[in-house]
């Protein structure tokens, strides 16, 4: 059926709402999302390096670095912890830390972990 005034008022309500400013509100929402995504691109992974057996016995050395954002240093020093425990792991032994040195303290520079250290037995 057709009902010309209530076309009419549905016509009005929609041009109302198509043409209708956004509220300070929504602003902020769509600037909020504009720099979590650009906080998050600037997250990085971390990577490391192998393990390496040092000069003294049963002791060994894997670094790892990170870059993005000020946190860079934790995921730096959680993959170099990381590799070492699972080097440990697949021995059958757990992990001791004799030494870590950490580098990189500006906010978008490279930051970076070096931990030496040594496996020994589970008790």
């Known amino acids: 059926m057709f009902n010309p005034v209530s076309d009419r008022m549905l016509d009005q309500e929609r041009a109302a709402v198509t043409l209708r400013p956004r509220s300070p509100l929504s602003r902020r929402a769509v600037a909020l ?17 192998n393990v390496v057996a ?28 990381s590799e070492a425990r ?7 032994m757990q ?3 004799t030494t870590e040195t950490v580098t990189g303290v500006q906010m978008m520079s490279e930051h970076a972990s070096s931990v030496n250290f040594e496996c020994h037995p589970k008790f």
Do not use: D, N
């Open 33 to 49: 999302v504009a720099a979590l995504a650009a906080c998050a691109s600037m997250v990085g992974c971390a990577s490391s390096t």
């Open 54 to 81: 040092t000069g003294k016995p049963g002791t060994y050395t894997v670094a790892a670095s990170a870059t993005g954002g000020r946190m860079a240093w934790a995921r730096a020093h959680e993959q170099a912890i």
């Open 86 to 92: 699972e080097f440990c792991e697949r021995r059958g």
């Open 95 to 97: 992990i001791s830390v």
